[in-house]
């Protein structure tokens, strides 16, 4: 799981473990001021090692936090 900018404000890959059962998963990134630039994304990478394997999802959603 990542959120990406298109540019320097990515979080990089968060590897997230996974269970048979839907369950929130969650993360917060700080993306540094003066970096975002309207084409920001999710990423889902479901199998990282290259196995075929899948994960079934129901649902994204992100939020914006307030700024500190």
Do not use: C, H, K
Request: hydrophobic letters at 40%; charged letters at 25%.
């Amino acid at each position: 799981l990542a959120y990406f900018t298109a540019a320097n404000g990515d979080s990089g890959w968060r590897e997230i473990a996974l269970t048979d059962e839907f369950e929130p998963v969650s993360f917060e990134w700080s993306v540094p001021r003066g970096e975002v630039n309207g084409q920001e994304w999710i990423g889902i990478w479901p199998d990282p090692e290259g196995g075929a394997r899948e994960v079934i999802i129901r649902q994204v959603s992100v939020e914006m936090l307030p700024q500190d």
